[in-house]
T-cell receptor
């Protein structure tokens, strides 16, 4: 199957700093990428949908100025958590779909963010 | 609103069979997915159903009834490594994935 690489796998940062998470589709062109957040023992919560070359579409309640998403190419999307706070500590996961594929989404490995 | 329901937790015995149910109410339907998620890891794809009926893939099978808004994931010959959370997700009319909360499956020897 297609491979999506997410980096870093885990990161610890100080409160008030910014953290960038990368999501790359290694062997296919991902026209659409999704960013999810998952708190312990909860399901995946969609944060935003990112289409190459256009602004991301954020879900209700997600601050676009705090969670900056850039999808500059068909193989790379980045999520930057700005001015991180302890409550932003979570498991962040990206996924990508090929073109207009109506089948499976391919997931990155996830990033465990801990803000101290 | 959109809603997907699945049991929070289930326990089964190694070598046995377990069925995990999922019911959904969504705005439109463009397919139902089952994913497996081990703790601290990203979900991995198990199955996709868009038409009514049973899809079999090795030890795992998935069933869909669109008229009833119902699906189940059937796991046979359970192994200890099957201990994980199983997520049901539906693509709505906007092709957006709506996720269930997941069912934590505990396998006992």
């Amino acid at each position: 199957g297609a491979v999506v690489s997410q980096h870093p796998s885990w990161v610890i940062c100080k409160s008030g700093t910014s953290v960038k998470i990368e999501c790359r589709s290694l062997d296919f062109q991902a026209t659409t990428m999704f960013w999810y957040r998952q708190f312990p023992k909860q399901s995946l919560m969609l944060m935003a949908t990112s289409n190459e070359g256009s602004k991301a579409t954020y879900e209700q309640g997600v601050e676009k100025d705090k969670f900056l998403i850039n999808h500059a190419s068909l193989t790379l999307s980045t999520l930057t958590v700005t001015s991180a706070h302890p409550e932003d500590s979570s498991f962040y996961i990206c996924s990508a779909i090929m073109g207009d594929s109506n089948t499976e989404a391919f997931f990155g490995q996830g990033t465990r963010l801990t803000v101290v | 609103g959109q809603n997907i329901d699945q049991p929070t937790e289930m326990t089964a015995t190694e070598g046995a069979i377990v069925q995990i149910n999922c019911t959904y109410q969504t705005s439109g339907f463009n397919g139902l997915f089952w994913y497996q998620q081990h703790a601290g890891e990203a979900p991995t794809f198990l199955s996709y159903n868009v038409l009514d009926g049973l899809e079999e893939k090795g030890r795992f099978s998935s069933f869909l009834s669109r008229s009833k808004g119902y699906s189940y994931l059937l796991l046979k010959e359970l192994q200890m490594k099957d201990s994980a959370s199983y997520l049901c997700a539906v693509k709505d009319s906007n092709y957006q994935l709506i996720w269930g909360a997941g069912t934590k499956l505990i396998i006992k020897p």
